[in-house]
Every structure is written in structure tokens, then in C-alpha cells.
């Protein structure tokens, strides 16, 4: 089966550091993206990882462990700008790049 | 670059009527997908488009259907709304069947 998991719910303050984990179990694997979507609007591309390891995109980083079938954001220096959903989705693979979402990480950044 | 534009941005309908949702894809881009996100949910695959044929298909019913037109741009029509099929309809277009999708500002669809 496919089956994406990230936590509901997260709170931070401004200014601080936070880190959206996801977890997979997809029966095909092509990458992983992250979005950020505000409410009532398009989904954002965030950041891209098919190989292992960390890139990083000023004050966000996005992380892969394909053998653990996991992956992190971290956000860094947080504004309250970036109190959104979080959505991680796995490429499955194949011809086409259907992407798989998780159902969101909504993160609210407190003052 | 105007990017991927969706009409309309809001619609009402109710139980048992159709409706078609349009999506013109950003410039350049051959493949349009399209997702459906009900509130609280992430989005789920409903079928990609490519060379005006349907390429895959999520686990959505036959009452969703699909056009690609010679011009990349695309349709969503579903058939005997439900009150379930209320949710934003977010449509994706990318270069490519494998290349990266980008969003547009979906369409959402309230049926009373």
C-alpha cells in the first residue's frame, strides 16, 4: 500500500527552528517534494530530494534516508509568515510523476 | 509567464448536476494532472493527462473524466455530484509525464 505520515499539528515561535518529519511506505520511489500551501491556496514547491543526504535552500533544508524511508524539513529563523501547511509527497515512480501526499503538517508560528 | 490559471475559483452546485473545471497550463508545459484536496486532507491523484490521453489513473470513480486539448490545456468534468465531492481541485501541469509540477490556484467546488 502507499502510506505517507507527518505529524497534524505543530507550534513554534518566531525566530526559532523547527523540524516537519515525514515518513514513507510507497510501492514505487522517484523523489520526495515538500510544499507550502497557505489557506485556500495553491500548494508552493519548497524543496526536492531523490538522493540521500541534506540540501539546503536559505532558511529552509530538506533531508532524505531513502533505506529508512524517511525524510525532514527544517525551517530555520521562523517568521510568522511561514505559519502554514507543510505537504510532503513521493514521487511513485513509473511514467508519469503522480505525486503521493501525506495530509499536511499545519505549523503555527506563535509570537 | 502567467503560470497555471484554473477556472473558475469558486463554484456552487448541487447534488446530482455536472460540472467541468479548466486548467491552462504554464507556458511550455505538456502534461496537465489533476488532484483533489478536501479540507483538512492533502491532495489526491485523480488521472494525468499527456498527448491528449489519459496516462494513469487514481482511485477515483468513472464520474470524474477528463479532456486534454491540442493546445495542453485541460478539462475535469465529474458527473452526479455528490456532497463528497466538495473540495479544492487543483490542477498541475509539468514538461513532461516525469517533470516537476507546478500548481495552480485550484478551483473550489462547494456541492449543496
Known amino acids: 500500500g502507499q502510506n505517507i505520515d507527518q505529524p497534524t499539528e505543530m507550534t513554534a515561535t518566531e525566530g526559532a527552528i523547527v523540524q516537519i518529519n515525514c515518513t514513507y511506505q510507497?510501492?514505487?520511489?522517484?523523489?520526495l517534494f515538500w510544499y507550502q500551501q497557505h489557506a485556500g491556496e495553491a500548494p508552493t514547491f519548497l524543496s526536492y530530494?531523490?538522493?540521500?543526504g541534506l540540501e539546503e535552500k536559505g532558511r529552509f533544508s530538506s533531508f532524505l534516508s531513502r533505506s529508512k524511508g524517511y525524510s525532514y524539513l527544517l525551517l530555520k529563523e521562523l517568521q510568522m509568515k511561514d505559519s502554514a501547511s507543510y505537504l510532503c509527497?513521493?514521487?511513485?515512480?513509473?511514467?508519469?510523476?503522480?505525486?503521493?501526499f501525506g495530509t499536511g503538517t499545519l505549523l503555527a508560528v506563535q509570537p | 509567464d502567467a503560470g497555471v490559471t484554473q477556472s473558475p475559483t469558486h463554484l456552487i452546485k448541487t447534488r446530482g448536476q455536472q460540472v467541468t473545471l479548466r486548467c491552462s497550463p504554464k507556458?511550455?508545459?505538456?502534461?496537465v494532472s489533476w488532484y483533489q484536496q478536501a479540507l483538512g486532507q492533502g491532495p489526491q491523484f485523480i488521472f494525468q493527462?499527456?498527448?491528449?490521453?489519459?496516462?494513469q489513473r487514481g482511485n477515483f470513480p468513472d464520474r470524474f473524466s477528463g479532456h486534454q486539448f491540442p493546445n495542453y490545456s485541460s478539462e475535469l468534468n465529474v458527473n452526479a455530484l455528490l456532497l463528497g465531492d466538495s473540495a479544492l481541485y487543483l490542477c498541475?501541469?509539468?514538461?513532461?509525464?516525469?517533470?516537476?509540477?507546478?500548481f495552480g490556484q485550484g478551483t473550489r467546488l462547494t456541492v449543496v
Open positions: 507556458s511550455g508545459h505538456d502534461t
Open positions: 509527497a513521493v514521487v511513485n515512480g513509473g511514467a508519469t510523476n503522480k505525486l503521493i
Open positions: 498541475a501541469s509539468s514538461l513532461g509525464q516525469g517533470g516537476e509540477a507546478f
Open positions: 493527462y499527456y498527448e491528449e490521453e489519459e496516462r
Open positions: 510507497t510501492s514505487g520511489f522517484n523523489g
Open positions: 530530494n531523490v538522493l540521500d
